[in-house]
């Protein structure tokens, strides 16, 4: 059981260049979060998804796109990054009926 | 909405010491609580969660009571180690849009000297 796992670990962009992140878990969970942490800030709710198929605007939106076409992941796109975007981006999931979210281990982002 | 604040950091004791980072909440309704830690280059780990007024959460040494009077749900250890270094997220479950969210505290770095 590997839990919630997360690709790329690191990732260097330049201003303007696109990227997804991919998040996968393999608990058969039917929700999924992707959070942002920046220093001072905590963990930020960018997007979320009640289950396959279904996605939901977070906290923080702007600026990014997700899609939840298999129920074992959920992607994060940037279509245009921006220095603003640099980050510590964390996916989440929690099975239904539950108040637990489970964390991937992060994907480190800077934007140039 | 509702929001948590947790006491800001860093905190820094020396191994042995006791413990407490104060949280205190907002929040409509009586939302479930939880202290999340976080270890230096890993993602987030439930520590420990309270889902009803007085109820405790308790893990690894470290406990929490769920205080509505207060609305606080401070995480205390009576002796803290090395190992515990890290950062604590005091977080509240909120349910929006169909579906239960958490809402974080801005997080307390901890670091326990020997």
């Known amino acids: 059981n590997a839990g919630v796992t997360q690709t790329p670990k690191f990732r260097v962009l330049k201003t303007g260049q696109s990227m997804t992140l991919l998040c996968a878990q393999d608990?058969?969970?039917?929700?999924m979060y992707w959070y942002r942490q920046d220093p001072g800030m905590g963990l930020r709710l960018i997007h979320y998804?009640?289950?396959?198929?279904?996605?939901a605007k977070g906290e923080v939106p702007d600026g990014y796109n997700v899609s939840r076409l298999k129920k074992q992941n959920f992607l994060l796109g940037l279509e245009s990054a921006a220095p603003s975007q640099t980050s510590v981006y964390f996916c989440?999931?929690?099975?239904?009926?539950?108040?637990?979210?489970?964390f991937g281990p992060g994907t480190r982002l800077t934007v140039l | 909405g509702n929001s948590v604040t947790q006491m800001e950091g860093p905190v820094t004791l020396s191994e042995e010491a006791f413990l407490t980072i104060n949280c205190t909440y907002t929040?409509?309704?009586?939302?479930?609580l939880f202290w999340y830690v976080q270890y230096p280059g890993e993602g987030l780990q439930l520590l420990l969660k309270?889902?009803?007024?007085?109820d405790k959460g308790s893990n690894k040494g470290f406990e929490a009571t769920y205080r509505k009077e207060t609305t606080s749900f401070h995480l205390e250890k009576g002796s803290v180690q090395v190992s515990d270094s890290a950062v604590y997220f005091c977080?509240?479950?909120?349910?929006?849009?169909?579906?239960?969210?958490?809402?974080f505290g801005k997080g307390t770095k901890l670091t326990v000297n020997p």
């Open positions: 989440a999931s929690r099975g239904a009926g539950t108040d637990t979210q489970y």
């Open positions: 608990m058969n969970h039917e929700y």
């Open positions: 998804s009640v289950g396959e198929g279904t996605t």
């Open positions: 929040a409509t309704g009586y939302p479930s």
């Open positions: 309270a889902t009803k007024a007085d």
């Open positions: 977080a509240l479950s909120q349910t929006q849009g169909g579906s239960e969210k958490l809402v």
